[in-house]
């Protein structure tokens, strides 16, 4: 007897410990603070639980009407709805389902929710967890219309392992993962699989093509929210009531091997992933005990939050140095955070989405985060607080969103207010102007040298570079050798020029030595392709020259007209160019950065030398502004090639050797042309500029160097072209800014290693003069010439030099 007592003891004590384990871990008695930072936009719907940002559309896209109780489903009560979160007063537009797919699937019931959009024809596809009667699941596969806010059905996965499904991320166009979050149909099994958490749950993956299921992993307790990384490298995935948070390894027969797990003390509902950090934001339920009472009665206020979650997917084990920040809380509204809406890049603006799991009206709220470090290594103290203000000219995206992520306020330009303006080339010409009267203040910068024109202005560049190479002719340098020809032998890297319509006789005299060589004219002070045409006649300027004052060498009239590059290199049969950006520090002395991800952008139509296409410019220029008008013209991509790409394509072809000279040849151009504007740029502590650098390669692997661009676009046609920009801004700042964040022209200019990001130092004039003084020894880059020198990255990146 005293035994059974003993034993109904500790079951009662083991009982009563689990139970309060539970209360415990599942914050029951915790105090939950309000906590809404930043303007928070609402709009209502029918009972929602996921959401996807699009973008390429800059939209989101919310499902409508789950109802997880399948017995008490309702026909056409579930939905789909496209929003734009960004504006003040999102409403949500009803997307249009074609083919009568809401009437041949009237309980239509939608849970998760992923897109995938094909680089390839530029598709986007749909997945959508459905919940069916009699506990029936399956992911429906759909292509969006985003210009007409419709779906159209391709395809319905349905397989024995697609059961009780929660969420879903696509991999591809066609595979995608899922989690299922209970093993049990039965209301009384499902609930005693939760509170003895039973790691009976799973990660299926699915091929549609191949039409497979398999279980991809196991052993998880209430598995539902699930991601991807950035890079693909991880598979995310919540065990939400055992309180991981797990990054997968994708195997090679598409299974997942875990890599590295991270306790999250509280229950994980819905991620999201930042595809330019890589960062997880998580919804989170901070008493999910609580949720059965919402369930009777949905005005009873559920604790949500979000957690912003660091993450290096680049590592092995990417939840190295992880931090948890909370981001967004509160207890106001009678519903559960249980996703996000990533509007940024850089997750400048968080959406916290709400849902209703029966159908019944709720909130969904869009609110802007505690501001969060730039992703560089530099300490942004006191902007993080606000404390420095920007002006832009340009209401672009990339440039606005880094401001706000790093904290930064608008100024005011009326009262000289601001710290940072990232202004137009007219701002820049009018503010520098003697007879505007302005004197910057010590915290000021900006993103133009008052004299930028001298290398951005195409007549300005050529004359430059042609006085360069005659002074140092003149005191002899080496580097102004010429072969027995004429030519430069290291200087030869801009076409034959002439400015018109100052220099058109002597245009003529050199068009009659070559009269069947094809020439390009250009407006001296336009962009984008704008007023640019080909010649291969004398008569087709005559008219024009008549035109124009000869007495007059620079007006805004003034062309220039080169030598057109009719041998250009070509892949797929197609010309195209290089945009490389360019970060100038200062001109005296000459600090520059070269950043490594620049692109190719190609011609939409395949080249095509025969003077019957002189005029189409389709096949001759390679500027987006004109190419996005193409029948050709692809969205997806945009006609843009990653830089890496291109090398990887010149080392398959040529060779590695050849590939790195090429490169050196074309570091070794964009230098020497910076230092012929060094004497006629005035280098004011105040500015910094990033030239957008436009070369040709020719057939022969020899880059040309056509024009240099102030401005370069910061807007973007691809998601590519958004992540890359952004980045580019971000770490542009991250080098012009001192450590403390706060603009100084007393500022050494010398950024840590670490801040330079995706640059690498181009050239450092005052470290030259300090390694030629000390006598260090350089390194060569494998160019082969030994005209560009430098040491070894990665131990002392900040001083290269040149021979």
Not at 302 to 311: A, D, E, W, Y
Not at 658 to 666: C, H, Q, R, S
Request: charge should be neutral; charged fraction near 20%; hydrophobic fraction near 35%.
């Amino acid at each position: 007897m005293a035994a059974c007592k003993l034993i109904l003891f500790s079951l009662l004590a083991g009982f009563a410990a689990y139970a309060a384990y539970i209360l415990i871990r599942y914050n029951t008695f915790g105090r939950v603070h309000e906590q809404l930072p930043g303007k928070c936009r609402t709009f209502k719907m029918n009972g929602s639980e996921d959401i996807i940002f699009l973008p390429n559309y800059n939209h989101s896209i919310v499902t409508s009407g789950v109802q997880l109780d399948v017995s008490v489903l309702k026909p056409f009560y579930g939905s789909l709805y496209a929003v734009d979160m960004n504006v003040d007063d999102p409403t949500p537009i009803p997307i249009k389902f074609e083919e009568n797919y809401l009437e041949e699937n009237p309980y239509f019931n939608p849970h998760g929710l992923s897109y995938w959009i094909d680089n390839e024809n530029g598709d986007t596809l749909l997945y959508i967890v459905c919940h069916w009667m009699d506990h029936v699941d399956s992911v429906d596969v759909f292509l969006y219309n985003p210009n007409e806010f419709s779906v159209t059905f391709l395809k319905r996965v349905s397989h024995p392992l697609v059961h009780e499904l929660n969420n879903i991320v696509a991999v591809s166009r066609h595979e995608f993962y899922a989690t299922n979050w209970k093993y049990f149909n039965s209301k009384i099994l499902s609930r005693l699989e939760q509170i003895l958490q039973l790691p009976f749950n799973t990660i299926i993956y699915c091929n549609i093509k191949d039409k497979s299921c398999l279980t991809a992993a196991t052993g998880l307790r209430s598995c539902n929210g699930i991601n991807k990384s950035r890079n693909g490298k991880f598979i995310y995935a919540t065990s939400s009531l055992g309180g991981e948070l797990i990054a997968y390894k994708r195997l090679q027969d598409n299974k997942l091997e875990i890599a590295q797990t991270t306790h999250i003390p509280i229950y994980v509902d819905n991620l999201s992933v930042d595809i330019v950090t890589g960062d997880i934001w998580a919804a989170v339920l901070v008493k999910c005990l609580e949720m059965e009472e919402y369930f009777k009665n949905h005005s009873y206020p559920i604790p949500s939050q979000t957690l912003h979650i660091t993450v290096n997917d680049e590592l092995e084990f990417p939840f190295t140095n992880t931090k948890t920040e909370q981001i967004f809380q509160s207890t106001t509204h009678g519903a559960i955070s249980t996703s996000l809406y990533n509007s940024s890049h850089a997750s400048t603006v968080l959406h916290i989405q709400r849902m209703s799991v029966s159908p019944t009206t709720t909130v969904e709220a869009s609110c802007s985060p505690i501001p969060a470090s730039s992703g560089g290594a530099s300490n942004l103290g006191p902007a993080s607080l606000g404390r420095i203000k920007w002006l832009s000219d340009l209401e672009k995206f990339v440039l606005l969103s880094n401001f706000e992520r790093r904290g930064w306020v608008k100024g005011s330009s009326e009262d000289g207010d601001w710290n940072f303006y990232w202004c137009s080339v007219y701002a820049a010409r009018m503010m520098f102007s003697v007879d505007n009267g302005i004197r910057l203040a010590d915290d000021q910068i900006i993103n133009h040298f008052p004299t930028h024109y001298e290398l951005t202005r195409k007549d300005y560049m050529v004359k430059n570079i042609k006085r360069y190479r005659k002074d140092l002719e003149k005191d002899g340098s080496p580097i102004a050798e010429r072969d027995t020809n004429g030519k430069y032998v290291h200087l030869d890297f801009i076409p034959v020029t002439f400015m018109l319509p100052a220099d058109y006789n002597i245009f003529v005299e050199e068009y009659r030595r070559q009269p069947n060589a094809t020439w390009i004219m250009k407006p001296a002070g336009k962009a984008q392709g704008v007023g640019i045409f080909l010649i291969n006649k004398l008569s087709q300027i005559k008219k024009w020259s008549k035109d124009k004052p000869s007495n007059v060498p620079h007006t805004k009239d003034t062309y220039v007209i080169s030598r057109y590059i009719d041998n250009p290199l070509l892949i797929g049969g197609k010309k195209f160019d290089l945009r490389l950006y360019v970060l100038v520090t200062s001109f005296r002395p000459l600090k520059s950065y070269i950043y490594q991800l620049g692109f190719c952008r190609f011609c939409t139509v395949k080249y095509n030398s025969s003077i019957n296409e002189l005029d189409n410019m389709f096949v001759h220029l390679t500027n987006v502004s004109i190419q996005k008008h193409g029948d050709e013209y692809n969205d997806s991509h945009g006609g843009k090639w990653p830089l890496s790409n291109l090398k990887l394509y010149l080392e398959c072809t040529h060779g590695k050797e050849v590939t790195d000279k090429l490169f050196n040849d074309i570091h070794w151009l964009i230098v020497h042309s910076l230092k012929s504007v060094q004497n006629v740029m005035t280098s004011d502590r105040h500015c910094f500029e990033v030239y957008g650098y436009d070369i040709i390669i020719d057939v022969y692997l020899k880059p040309w160097l056509i024009e240099v661009n102030a401005s370069p676009s910061v807007a973007y046609t691809t998601i590519n072209d958004r992540i890359m920009k952004h980045s580019l801004i971000n770490d542009t700042l991250n080098i012009i800014l001192p450590p403390n964040g706060i603009p100084n022209v007393h500022w050494n200019k010398n950024p840590s290693l670490e801040s330079l990001g995706k640059y690498d130092i181009l050239y450092d004039e005052e470290a030259a003069l300090l390694a030629a003084r000390e006598g260090l020894k350089t390194t060569s880059n494998g160019g082969g010439d030994g005209k560009f020198q430098f040491y070894n990255k990665f131990e002392t990146k900040r001083y290269p030099t040149w021979k």
